[in-house]
């Protein structure tokens, strides 16, 4: 055999080995809310499953970040759509992520029922406040504003009570009159404001003049680096979901409420689409200075010890 032809004989035989080591599945996690658009986007259209070609698309729906982070520790998900509070712990804790791209800036709004008596911030106290889950960025944003206006958690000795509702559910809780007040991502904040009740935290009050993430991408580590042909084909489809969001944004509406219908049950007015929308940006850029700082706040809420150097933490 001739050098040439044994350097195409091993050129094949790597190449081969390769692609039989790429993963036949991606397991996706994400939230049927209007802050992971570009996953519903992706789903709806079929983009990402257009990009990963043979390889299956496993996508799961989940309430809340505390619980995808938990299906992401126990191995069960190889990318996702998640807040970014919880992507940071799941880094302090040691978990194998990577924070892959950007997805939504903003998008998250504090209302209150219209019979609660409840027109400022300091007006919380003594009231029961939902969030999507303990421990997720929703409830880590309440946890500072109640600090920044002299208002406590009945756990940590105050007066207000923070219960986990699903974002989907919060329409239910408010007409039981089970909480007062809610931090909720769109499109239900803009939902309930659609039934009279108030917002009295905009998408730009709630934290940093509204430049925040609200949703990053991340990745298993160990799953990128045994399918990095994979992870650059999500990547792209996601960068693509994004782009058509801010190009077409009627369609993208009309994609997101069709998987809301599908993933909730609630079919949600055009209109109040258009409002939640215009409270949320879509990106795949990342602000480690924004995650900088929202690792501190984690510490702030009590669920770190310390906010971890995040910058080993994105995938180049």
């Known amino acids: 055999m001739t050098r040439k032809a044994l350097l195409t004989l091993l050129t094949l035989t790597v190449t081969t080995t390769a692609a039989a080591q790429e993963a036949q599945t991606v397991r996706l996690g994400f939230f049927p809310n209007l802050t992971h658009a570009p996953a519903l986007v992706g789903l709806e259209r ?29 191995g069960q998900i190889d990318i996702a759509y998640v807040g970014p509070g919880p992507a940071i712990n799941a880094a302090g804790r040691g978990m194998p ?42 409830d880590i944003s309440l946890r500072h504003i109640l600090n920044e206006n002299g208002l406590k958690p009945k756990a940590d000795g105050g007066s207000v009570t923070i219960t986990p509702v699903a974002p989907a559910d919060v329409m239910a809780a408010f007409a039981a009159k089970r909480v007062d007040a809610t931090l909720v991502p ?37 799953f990128a680096q045994a399918n990095p042909q994979l992870v650059a084909a999500f990547l792209k489809a996601h960068t693509d ?17 069709s998987q809301l219908l599908k993933l909730t049950g609630a079919k949600i007015d055009p209109r109040v689409l258009q409002r939640a929308f215009s409270r949320t940006r879509f990106t795949t850029s990342l602000d480690l200075a924004a995650l900088t700082e929202y690792a501190k706040l984690n510490v702030e809420a009590g669920y770190a010890r310390s906010a971890p150097d995040l910058a080993p933490f994105i995938r180049k």
């Open 241 to 257: 979901a994004v782009a058509f969001i801010n190009k077409s944004p009627v369609g993208a509406q009309t994609a997101v409420n």
């Open 97 to 138: 992520v990577q924070f892959l791209a950007g997805a939504s800036e903003a998008g998250a709004v504090l209302v209150v029922r219209k019979d609660s008596g409840i027109k400022s911030y300091k007006d919380l106290g003594g009231k029961i406040v939902a969030v999507p889950s303990l421990g997720n960025t929703q």
């Open 186 to 222: 769109e499109p239900w904040g803009a939902a309930l404001e659609a039934q009279g009740h108030k917002v009295i935290g905009s998408e730009k009050t709630v934290w940093r003049d509204g430049k925040y993430p609200t949703t990053v991408v991340i990745v298993n580590a160990k």
């Open 46 to 74: 079929g983009t990402f499953q257009k990009a990963l070609g043979k390889v299956k698309l496993d996508a799961k729906e989940f309430v809340s970040g505390t619980t995808l982070t938990e299906a992401f520790a126990a």
